[in-house]
Nanobody, 116 residues
Framework: QVQLVESGGGLVQAGGSLRLSCAAS????????MAWYRQAPGKQRDLVAA???????NYADSVKGRFTISGDNAKNTVYLQMNSLKPEDTAVYYC??????????WGQGTQVTVSS
């Protein structure tokens, strides 16, 4: 069973930066998309950023210009560079890798807390 392991979360002051990493425990074939989601307490899980196999990225409006997603399909790893963090970015961040045929692998989540 493939597991996704996230790291890089933590506590940071507003305006600071964090880099999240997500690595698969073993090779995943036919990766179509790698993405990061986040879920704040009492809210639904929302897409933060995604990158396709072809390198096309998309971002939530709230993080455009501040966050950058990158991925390495060969290493089954996806990153999220988060700059100019705001208190409203506080959430549990989850990575997700989807394949063809459609299957989604999820990480266990990593907490990001931004203090004002």
């Amino acid at each position: 069973q493939v597991q996704l392991v996230e790291s890089g979360g933590g506590l940071v002051q507003a305006g600071g930066s964090l880099r999240l990493s997500c690595a698969a425990s073993r090779s995943i074939f036919s990766i179509m998309r790698m993405a990061w989601y986040r879920q704040a307490p009492g809210k639904q899980r929302d897409l933060v950023a995604a990158i396709t196999r072809g390198g096309i990225t998309n971002y939530a409006d709230s993080v455009k210009g501040r966050f950058t997603i990158s991925g390495d399909n060969a290493k089954n790893t996806v990153y999220l560079q988060m700059n100019s963090l705001k208190p409203e970015d506080t959430a549990v961040y989850y990575c997700c890798i989807t394949t063809s045929p459609a299957y989604a692998y999820w990480g266990q989540g990593t907490q990001v807390t931004v203090s004002s």
